[in-house]
T-cell receptor, first 113, second 112 residues
Framework: EAQVTQNPRYLITVTGKKLTVTCSQN?????MSWYRQDPGLGLRQIYY???????DKGDVPEGYKVSRKEKRNFPLILESPSPNQTSLYFC????????????FGNGTRLTVT | RKEVEQDPGPFNVPEGATVAFNCTYS??????FFWYRQDCRKEPKLLMS???SGNEDGRFTAQLNRASQYISLLIRDSKLSDSATYLC?????????????FGTGTLLAVQP
């Protein structure tokens, strides 16, 4: 089944404790992206990747890192999480580029205390 | 003006009703338009792309009005299962910033 898989689904952590949210897609998509969704603000792009070893900042990259060592994987790293990073996170991929229809993972709800 | 604006709703409609949502966008150079559906606390899923000539998929009709810079989604014969948030998505075309911009969504609640 074609899908984008994120893990974990739920994560509660404390300020400053490094964490990684994994994202993997099995559709051979070139483009991958991370979003956060907050009430009243909609989906905001954190980072995106056009292909392996190519990553770039989205609209809200501060406090996040990503890597794209393999085409299928695009992990999101929070080196020192803070409470303002409490949010619902989605990984997404598309066949080609930034404006092709996106396939989303099922989300990671992160709480930082 | 926001890049993509939607009426947040909620739109409360009875089963069987016809309901329409509009979404306005600010960039006249935008070329790609989509409607996504998002159920509570779940991932957005592509409902349909919006083409210049308008397009229909079953009970759903999407239209684009370039002159007034808005897209619309019409749902006929509403079902309880149509209850969700509908996200308008537009590409913000221009130089290096060509990317998808998501609206904050319109909440639809179909009542029995």
């Amino acid at each position: 089944e074609a899908q984008v898989t994120q893990n974990p689904r739920y994560l509660i952590t404390v300020t400053g404790k490094k964490l990684t949210v994994t994202c993997s897609q099995n559709m051979n998509h070139e483009y991958m992206s991370w979003y956060r969704q907050d009430p009243g603000l909609g989906l905001r792009q954190i980072y995106y990747s056009m292909n392996v070893e190519v990553t770039d900042k989205g609209d809200v990259p501060e406090g996040y890192k990503v890597s794209r060592k393999e085409k299928r994987n695009f992990p999101l790293i929070l080196e020192s999480p803070s409470p303002n990073q409490t949010s619902l996170y989605f990984c997404a991929s598309s066949f080609r580029d930034r404006v092709s229809p996106l396939h989303f993972g099922n989300g990671t709800r992160l709480t930082v205390t | 003006r926001k890049e993509v604006e939607q009426d947040p709703g909620p739109f409360n409609v009875p089963e069987g009703a016809t309901v329409a949502f509009n979404c306005t966008y600010s960039n006249s150079a935008s070329q790609s338009f989509f409607w996504y559906r998002q159920d509570c606390r779940k991932e957005p899923k592509l409902l349909m792309s919006v083409y210049s000539s308008g397009n229909e998929d079953g009970r759903f009709t999407a239209q684009l009005n370039r002159a007034s810079q808005y897209i619309s989604l019409l749902i006929r014969d509403s079902k309880l299962s149509d209850s969700a948030t509908y996200l308008c998505v537009v590409n913000d075309y221009g130089g290096a910033t060509n990317k998808l911009i998501f609206g904050t969504g319109t909440l639809l609640a179909v009542q029995p």
